[in-house]
């Protein structure tokens, strides 16, 4: 099992740019969550899909959109990405209780 | 006020030592508390569940404190090994973690 995948592990964009995050489990699990870290924050909830075709805000959803593509992926996208956007993305997915998180491995972006 | 605060540390101890610090919470609806270990440039992982007054696993022991809304970890008998971010989480009513910014533990030879 492969876990939690996220795709891509590193990027640069510069300001205005789009992209979007992809994640992928092969556990089953109803909820999905997008996470972003930064130092001395901790990990911030972006949004969160607790099953296929729901999707709802987290603390921090301005500037991102998402889409729960079917049970397993979750994608997260920037449509004009900002310098305050630079950070450490964590996709996580869970039981339908929301505890026990499993995460992947993050992608690193940086916007110029 | 952030819903979970945790001292950041750096907590810095000899192999063999003990350590521990605590986390506080604000949502006193919270029911269940989890720490994550998180290694540098990786992502966090499930180190212990408390859902109710505490959890030991091995060398590693979390209490849960009700009326004063706080979680602690204790790590015994430190390893080098045991050098990581420690992440304190609350689970909320509405099934969504919130998280503390992690206490620093530094385990030296």
């Known amino acids: 099992n492969a876990g939690v995948t996220q795709t891509p592990k590193f990027q640069v964009l510069k300001t205005g740019q789009s992209m979007t995050l992809q994640c992928a489990q092969d556990?089953?699990?109803?909820?999905m969550y997008w996470y972003r870290q930064d130092p001395g924050m901790g990990l911030r909830l972006i949004y969160y899909?607790?099953?296929?075709?729901?999707?709802d805000k987290g603390e921090v959803p301005n500037g991102y959109n998402v889409s729960r593509l079917n049970k397993r992926e979750f994608s997260l996208r920037l449509e004009s990405a900002a310098p305050s956007q630079t950070s450490v993305y964590f996709c996580?997915?869970?039981?339908?209780?929301?505890?026990?998180?499993?995460f992947g491995p993050g992608t690193r972006l940086t916007v110029l | 006020r952030k819903e979970v605060e945790q001292d950041p540390g750096p907590f810095n101890v000899p192999e063999g030592a003990t350590v521990a610090f605590n986390c506080t919470y604000s949502n006193s609806a919270s029911q269940s508390f989890f720490w994550y270990r998180q290694d540098c440039r990786k992502e966090p992982k499930l180190l212990m569940s408390v859902y109710s007054s505490g959890n030991e696993d091995g060398r590693f022991t979390a209490q849960l404190n009700r009326a004063s809304q706080y979680i602690s970890l204790l790590i015994r008998d430190s390893k080098l090994s045991d050098s990581a971010t420690y992440l304190c989480a609350a689970l909320s009513n509405d099934y969504k973690l919130s998280f503390g910014a992690g206490t620093t533990v530094t385990v030296r030879a």
């Open positions: 996580a997915s869970s039981g339908p209780l929301g505890d026990e998180q499993f």
């Open positions: 899909s607790a099953s296929e075709g729901t999707t």
């Open positions: 556990m089953n699990h109803n909820s």
